[in-house]
C-alpha cells in the first residue's frame, strides 16, 4: 500500500496531479484545495495518499495534510458518501471546517459541497458526530466548543450565533473558537445577541 509520496509535480489536471517518483509518475485524485496548495511543475512536493484497491481499478487520492486525509477516510464511512463526494466536500471546506461543521451539526455548512442534498448532509453530520480524526490536528477552536457543550452538540443559540459570525465574514473556525471561549466564561444559556457580542470581542482582541 502506497501512504504517502514525495517527488516532483509533473502536471496538474482538473482534479487530479501526476508526482514524479525517480521517473515513475503516479496520478493522484485531490480537493481543489490541495490542488492550490501545490507547487509548480519541476517543484518538489508531499502528499498523503489514501489507496483505493477495486476489482476494476487501483486510484491514489492525494491530500496536502493527514487531517485531510482522514476526514476524507471517515467522510467515505458514511452510507452515500463516496470519493467523489468526499472530494467535493474537502474542495468546498478545509479540515477545521468540516470539524466545526461537525461539530455544530450545521447541515447547511456540509450541504454547501457539489452532490451533497439536505438527507444526506443530515446524515454526515448524524452519523459522524463525536468522530474525528485522531491527530491532534483538529482546530483548537472546535476542541475548545466540543469541551464546552459536552458533548459537542450545539444548542441553537450557540449555532446561530457562530452563523452569524460567518455571515461576518469570519472563518469557520475562527468563530467557533470565540463563542467557545464566551460558552466557557458566560455558559450555554446566554442568548444568541450576547454570544455574538461578546464573540466579536473575542476576536478582535
Known sequence: MIGKLKGVVDSIGDDFVLIDVNGVCYEAHCSSRTLQSLPQNGEVTTLFIEMIVREDMIRLYGFASEAEKSWFKLLMSVQGVGARVALGILSTLSASDVSSAIALQDK???????GVGPK???RIVSELKGKVPALGAVDPGVVGLQT??????ASGN???AVSALVNLGYAQSNASGAVARVVAKEGED???EKLIRLGLRELSS
Do not use: N, S
Open 158 to 160: 450557540v449555532a446561530d
Open 190 to 192: 446566554t442568548p444568541t
Open 120 to 122: 444526506l448532509a443530515q
Open 108 to 114: 447547511a455548512m456540509i450541504g454547501r459541497a457539489p
Open 148 to 153: 464546552a457543550l459536552g458533548e459537542g452538540l
